[in-house]
């Protein structure tokens, strides 16, 4: 039998960053900006939440809000950094000579590896939301890298994408780990396939809902489940969007 956590939308980390007083080195923007970190996983002194999942050490579904909100240049090591941007838009500077632009839909991978800095920013006038998913590298001290791709939930749709991984047209990654996603426009019946049941499998309701076996999620709702070769659920509303996420244990 499968083993397996759910966690719900209110039992996440919670963290309010503003970006002035003891925070204003770190926090870019305006004196009314802040970051919203809702957090399934994290570690060390971040905040509260799970410490993690497999090769996962940080989940967050992040807010900025205000005009230059995010957070100012800083540096990573030994860490793979994702952002998937639901909503509003993203710019991204980091040290090996990347700006980037992301927009709904579109997702980076940004490998610090051997050591590189980052900055986020919403530059726009309205909130930007992003889920962020930092893991464990394969090798440590690889040299840095950053790659970005685009999820179409349109022509993507009733599917499960494997955006990052092995599979054809994923952004490879240096870590036994896929993300992938699942829009969904009806209630329907759905398998994802464990690709080693040595892995474990989370799964995170971005929209909509889903019944699994184990509990049935809302939005924001997430479950992770391991000791499974194939996990069966059905979406329960008419738009159902999932981020999932297999990792080694």
């Not at 309205?126 to 893991?135: L, S, V």
């Amino acid at each position: 039998m499968a083993d397996y956590f759910v966690l719900r939308d209110e039992e996440r980390g919670h963290s309010h960053l503003p970006s002035t007083g003891s925070f204003a080195e770190y926090v870019a923007g305006h004196p009314d900006g802040w970051i919203d970190r809702k957090s399934s996983f994290n570690f060390r002194d971040y905040q509260s939440g799970r410490p993690g999942f497999g090769k996962i050490r940080v989940f967050g579904d992040e807010v900025f809000s205000g005009n230059g909100a995010g957070y100012n240049m800083h540096p990573h090591h030994n860490f793979i950094i994702m952002a998937f941007v639901l909503r509003g838009a993203l710019t991204h500077i980091n040290t090996i000579g990347k700006i980037d632009v992301l927009k709904p839909g579109d997702y980076y991978i940004f490998s610090a590896g051997s050591g590189g800095k980052h900055s986020e920013l919403n530059i726009e006038p309205g909130e930007m939301n992003a889920i962020y998913i930092w893991a464990l590298p394969g090798r440590l001290f690889a040299p840095p890298s950053y790659r970005r791709g685009n999820f179409d939930c349109a022509r993507r749709a009733n599917a499960i994408a494997e955006l990052i991984g092995d599979a054809p047209g994923a952004l490879p990654v240096d870590q036994d780990l896929r993300v992938s996603r699942l829009f969904s426009d009806a209630v329907a019946d759905y398998e994802y396939k464990v690709v080693d049941r040595r892995h474990g499998v989370y799964f995170f309701v971005l929209e909509g809902g889903a019944r699994f076996t184990q509990a049935e999620l809302r939005r924001r709702d997430s479950l992770g489940v391991w000791n499974s070769g194939a996990v069966e659920f059905e979406t329960t509303a008419e738009r159902t969007d999932l981020l999932i996420v297999e990792t080694a244990l």
